[in-house]
């Protein structure tokens, strides 16, 4: 990939609103309280001490993050990921003893 076709991302705060039954409430709230902070003091920090470039780490720490969901699953496998919902699934049906 050439410089000119590297993909630009623009570090932005956000102090969104939504309602209550979001079923992105919990996403929306974490990245109001993380806009606070400038991740790019970290990332230079880095940049000083490893000698990559900021840009390159800000590719690695987000390809990173986003695919941790995918990576986790091949390490525990589908069939464990079923067996462990099918688990969660059991514990919320009501007690029968109670």
Do not use: F, I
Request: net charge negative.
């Amino acid at each position: 990939m050439t410089p000119e076709a590297e993909p630009t991302v623009v570090l932005e705060q956000w102090r969104g609103t939504w309602t209550n039954d979001d079923p992105h409430a919990n996403l929306k709230d974490d990245v109001v309280a993380l806009c606070v902070l400038d991740p790019l003091e970290t990332l230079e920090g880095l940049s000083q001490s490893c000698n990559v470039p900021v840009g390159a780490l800000a590719r690695y720490v987000l390809t990173k993050w986003a695919t941790g969901g995918s990576e986790g699953m091949l390490h525990v496998g589908g069939t464990t990921v079923e067996r462990m919902h099918q688990a969660c699934l059991a514990a919320e049906e009501p007690d029968l003893y109670s």
